[in-house]
């Protein structure tokens, strides 16, 4: 009985992740230039690295492992940071 109960606990977690991408992922629209589109697609391709890497960071127990996990983090915020930079230089239309 305590697996069944822990097995519907964990697909409730994921239904839940599944529900909050959706809504956090905006689509990328149609009418958007195909540079831009490729830039966005780029930007969120980095964003689900980091998720990823962070989640990586928060098992890793080993200093060697943890520290390449910083420094792929710190390598994927400078590239973000690059996108934000272009968005406040970029003229509203």
Known sequence: MARGWKSKSVEQQQ???LEQRKT?????SP???????????????LLLSRERLTQQLEAATHPRHRQMLEQAIAELDRQLSTFKQVADVTPPK
Do not use: Y
């Open 15 to 17: 239904e839940e992740m």
């Open 24 to 28: 956090a992922r905006a689509p990328i």
């Open 31 to 45: 009418s958007l230039p195909p540079k831009e589109q490729q830039r966005h697609r780029k930007r969120e391709g």
